[in-house]
């Protein structure tokens, strides 16, 4: 199976900030590698799982507080008006559930709202992995109070 996540879910120790600004038994934050937007996190499940109703009622209970502690903390690290909270998982090799946890902000444009938010997913202009590393720090900081 070619799965990315399951990939990085399987070096977990070995993952960098960016790859794991935090955990739990169920889901693990990344910051997404394509985005030229800093602070778009990605919330996944631990164990692969392509539909949301596969979700077990314990990953379920978890999901929506980490959706709100993420968004509160990325208010915190950039500014944002509000979050975005998307779910579809369709491209190939990326079927494994995961929800983009956006930041949008108060300066966004108008053709990079709503779903165009995904005109950010921008290999080309992809963020650094140094400034990944260091979103995914400041992220992990602002969770811990
Ligand atoms: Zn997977």
Redesign the pocket.
Known sequence: MD?Y??RNNARFDELPPRERIAADDSWRVVHDFNSALPGWLVLLPRR?VTAIAELTDAEAATLGRWQVRLSRALHEVTGCAKTYVLQLAEAEGFA?VHFHIVPRMPDQPADRRGPAVFGYLDPENALPDAERDELALAVRAALAH
């Open positions: 799965c996540a399951c692969h494994h």
